[in-house]
């Protein structure tokens, strides 16, 4: 595997394991204004990704279709979409600040579906990376390398506040910080084994790329609309998640634009 395809798995990765780490420097849960602000950022930066990293390239990549060269992206978005609505249901989960847990019934305790809950929020940002660098490995889409080392970047800056987000309310509720801080890193890994897989689909089925880059983006915007829009506007001070997001939204495209 080129050791470029290693960089930008490990980039998000790094992400969440920095911003676990920040349990060892702080104190109890973050300000509640913070924890808006992080989560409109990361959904600023994952609606932006969606778009530019993921959603234009499936179209471009099916230009050959002409008029229906939309086809495979509504598709996969869809496909996408459901993926996530069928996780969401199937796995036990529970919200930053929920008293209610979703999913099926489970003995499982509120830290672990505290945990569970991120690490399915980042299913899709792993497969958003891997299929991102397959389409540069196999030069399908235009993709650059630059293009997915910058969307890798940006699912690392905005791992940096979910890695914190999960880290310290876990400390705040009585585990160890080195407990804590090793369950928030583990919450990131499965965006390294989802893009690793996602890489070795995409490069043996070359064709099916339109229909990955799409599913990602809809699993992406599925969390988005499902978990962090509610989250960064529930409550008071809701502006603060607002203007993050537009923050998130504008370095991300920027980042894309700019690399890509």
Not at 33 to 40: C, E, L, N, V
Not at 110 to 119: F, P, W
Request: glycine content about 12%.
């Amino acid at each position: 595997m080129p050791i470029e395809i290693l960089q930008g798995l490990a980039i998000p990765f790094l992400g969440t394991t920095l911003g676990a780490a920040c349990v060892f420097l702080l104190r109890g849960e973050l300000d509640h204004r913070i924890q808006k602000a992080f989560t409109g950022f990361a959904a600023g930066i994952m609606v932006a990704a969606s778009v530019w990293s993921l959603l234009i390239p499936s179209m471009e990549e099916s230009s050959a279709l002409g008029a229906y060269a939309s086809l495979p992206a509504v598709a996969g978005f869809w496909a996408g979409t459901l993926f996530l609505l069928l996780l969401d249901h199937i796995i036990p989960h529970l919200h930053l600040n929920s008293e209610e847990a979703e999913g099926p019934k489970s003995a499982l305790s509120k830290n672990l579906k505290l945990v569970l809950a991120v690490t399915l929020h980042n299913i899709p940002e792993g497969m958003a990376v891997g299929v991102v660098l397959a389409g540069w490995l196999t030069g399908g889409a235009d993709l650059s390398l630059g293009a997915a080392l910058a969307l890798s970047l940006g699912i690392a800056i905005q791992n940096f506040p979910e890695g914190a987000i999960i880290s310290l309310p876990l400390a705040a509720n009585g585990e160890g910080r080195v407990k804590a801080f090793v369950l928030g890193t583990l919450s990131g890994v499965v965006e390294p084994i989802g893009g690793a897989l996602t890489i070795v689909a995409a490069s043996v089925v070359v064709p099916v790329l339109p229909y990955l880059l799409a599913f990602a983006a809809g699993a992406m915007l599925y969390v988005v609309v499902e978990e962090l829009i509610p989250e960064m506007s529930a409550g008071h001070h809701s502006n603060i998640g607002v203007v993050a997001f537009s923050v998130g939204f504008t370095l991300m495209m920027a980042l894309d634009t700019i690399l890509g």
